[in-house]
């Protein structure tokens, strides 16, 4: 309801906008400014700072603001298309060769069970193999702690295999001649981009002239 001269409500409604919790606005020309009480200070903030951006773009309005964004975005989408396919490009053969080197671990695995099964069973016996199966026990253990110390990541399949790609990739993308730097600046400018247009699509009156 309005508030009238004299209204308690009124001065409650003052007294917040002292202590910096409500925008109160008093004494507008017309009906719709008259007495504007804002319970989201934060939001008139974020809408004066998206129209403050608009006029500073040269945009005669939102629409216009919004429609400059969208061309922009399909500028940077094109820019970024032949970088982000010869870079799937090389995460795919990054991704092949870790699933090349786990296969190899495990042939490698296979043919140690084998060697030790025939030594074990046929050529020595368990007393001398143990000492050896031992040593190759601690030699892992060390290989793992290694790992961790060096990486600062747990010993496992598929932390190795996250590893290898990232390696792998690198090398990818130094061969096939990806420029990193730039993909990273796209991939940043039009993720800003988009949420400028999402912020700018999102306030109460789009179509307000920009004065």
């Not at 903030?45 to 429609?67: F, P």
């Not at 995460?91 to 090349?100: E, K, L, S």
């Not at 060390?142 to 295999?161: G, N």
């Amino acid at each position: 309801r309005p508030l009238r001269p004299g209204d308690e409500s009124r001065n409650v409604a003052r007294g917040l906008h002292r202590a910096g919790l409500v925008i109160f606005h008093e004494g507008g020309q017309t009906p719709l400014t008259k007495d504007v009480l804002l319970l989201k200070p934060h939001v008139a903030r974020e809408m004066i700072d998206h129209i403050m951006e608009i006029h500073a773009s040269g945009a005669q309005d939102a629409q216009q603001y919004i429609s400059t964004l969208r061309k922009e975005l399909d500028r940077l989408r094109a820019e970024i298309a032949p970088l982000q396919a010869l870079k799937e490009k090389c995460d795919t053969a990054a991704r092949r060769h870790a699933d090349r080197v786990i296969l190899g671990a495990l042939g490698f695995l296979v043919g140690q069970w084998a060697v030790f099964f025939r030594l074990v069973w046929w050529e020595l016996s368990w007393d001398v193999m143990e000492l050896i199966s031992y040593m190759l026990s601690l030699t892992m253990n060390i290989f793992a702690l290694l790992y961790f110390a060096t990486t600062k990541s747990e010993y496992t399949y598929d932390a190795l295999r996250g590893r290898a790609i990232v390696n792998r990739a690198y090398k990818e993308y130094k061969k096939k001649g990806l420029d990193e730097v730039k993909y990273t600046q796209l991939i940043e400018l039009i993720s800003e981009t988009e949420g400028k247009q999402a912020k700018i699509e999102a306030l109460p009156y789009p179509r307000t002239p920009v004065i």
